[in-house]
């Protein structure tokens, strides 16, 4: 039996018992298609349409497009938002990392040290001898490693004052963040001067202590801060 | 890039014969798939993946009304439902015969005139499993690499599966021819 005689009868055969089975099946048509078969079957269809026997071809385009419209929206949004609301989301989860930078201060115990001729001024009290004027004392609190003051005036300004003993291989984390930073010199240790938005800041270690002082609703704080600070060596 | 993306897509005449064909077999593939899984989610389900393969495969379809058209629908939505129903099968509660199923005749209806012609008993005699490997290679001009790959099979087997089929019709034949 040769092989087109094997096609010619296999066609014969099989054209007949097609006829006999119908393309739209009754049992079938009382059969109500699932939403997710519609859904499924629509996508499917759209690859055929635009990208024939391609259609995974199509299912890719089809989620890269998703995955751009997707970006696209986000980046409008976000730029809805920045330029009606003034509040930008992505800046604000940009900043917010940002925040997180610190700066960390290592020490060595004060005997570890070699002191300069500067280093030996030494604070003589535990209250600085100059407050501005209107500026009451609120908190003062001490423990065995260092003291907190707190002072505050009639029109919500507030200055707080952090003492901390250095002891050996200690680190102080402090905010990295600023707008403004500048050396200074308290007592003839060196220091620095952070501005950020309404808050300012000094902070300097001598011999003994890390020392911090923080301003917040002043202004010109720079020269007030560094008074305070030096009041603290004033014998 | 967007070069590529053109040299993949096909010719637009190649297009859109998928909608047609929808309108005319996807009710009868949603039978035939419930014969196998006898639930209504995995037969959507061997219908929709059925409808993949055979999307995949219709540059091979000249005429969506030819019996070629109607049997290739049936043959990819059977073994679509059977392959389904073996992923499946820890899950079911019905158990179905699908060995009975495959060595099944691959057409079951009973048709007087039919009947009258004995060769044609001859196919009907011919289990499922050869049948849609030689109506896809004959009729639907499939090499066994495409069938391979639209019947979830190795070549190797589509190759067996043609011998043996081709085998078993000749010695029938040559019967029926005796008689």
Redesign the interface.
Known sequence: ?E?NE??E???I?????????????T???Q?E??P??RR??RK??W?????????Y?GYL?RRAAVVIIVILSILTVTEVSARIFGFHPWKYIADFDEEAKMDQRDYLAPEEKVYSANDLRKVTREFPGYVPQGFVLGKDEADNYGIFLEWHDAEGASISYHRLEISSSMSILTDGEYDQKETISIAGYEGDYCVKGKQSWVQWDDVTYFHRMDAANMESTAEELIRMAESLYEK | MVLALIALVDLPEERGKAEGLYKKYNDLMYTTAYKILKNREDAEDAVFHAWEKIICHMDKLSDIDCPAAKSFVIIVTERTAIDLYRKRRRRREVEVPIAECESSPYFITKDQRLEEVEFFDIFRSLAKKYSEVMILYYINQFTAREIAELLGLSEAAVLQRLHRGRRRLRREMETYGRK
């Open positions: 039996m092989e094997i096609k009868l296999l066609q055969y099989m054209e007949e018992e097609m006829k006999r089975i119908p393309s739209m099946d049992a079938a048509g059969h298609f699932s997710r078969f499924r079957i499917l269809m690859s055929e349409k635009y990208f024939g026997r391609k259609i071809t385009v």
